[in-house]
Nanobody, 120 residues
Framework: QVQLVESGGGLVQAGESLKLSCVVS????????MGWYRQAPGKERELVAS???????NYGDSVEGRFTVSRDNVKNTVYLQIDRLKPEDTAVYHC??????????????WGQGTQVTVSS
């Protein structure tokens, strides 16, 4: 069974940094586009950043230069570095990945999310 497990969220002060991680586990042939979305209370889920297997990065329109997405293809892990956190970054951050399973079926998987709370 394929699972995406996020970690690295928490309660931080404005101006601090966090690095989120998302590990893909299970019987897979590979992970293609991987990325992060976030959902704040009362708002729709929005793209934060994505990265292709070749390392091409795409950032959401509302995301500033404080976010950096990266990945380790050997570890099937995607990371999100967030610097100079602001209270408006408070949200649940979800990992998303396009996975080719051992059966050669390609599906999109989501993680359960990790809460990031930024206090002012």
């Amino acid at each position: 069974q394929v699972q995406l497990v996020e970690s690295g969220g928490g309660l931080v002060q404005a101006g601090e940094s966090l690095k989120l991680s998302c590990v893909v586990s299970g019987r897979i042939l590979g992970a293609y586009d991987m990325g992060w979305y976030r959902q704040a209370p009362g708002k729709e889920r929005e793209l934060v950043a994505s990265i292709s297997v070749g390392g091409i990065r795409n950032y959401g329109d509302s995301v500033e230069g404080r976010f950096t997405v990266s990945r380790d293809n050997v570890k099937n892990t995607v990371y999100l570095q967030i610097d100079r956190l602001k209270p408006e970054d408070t949200a649940v951050y979800h990992c998303r990945a396009e996975i080719t399973e051992i059966s050669r079926t390609r599906r999109v998987y989501w993680g359960q999310g990790t809460q990031v709370t930024v206090s002012s």
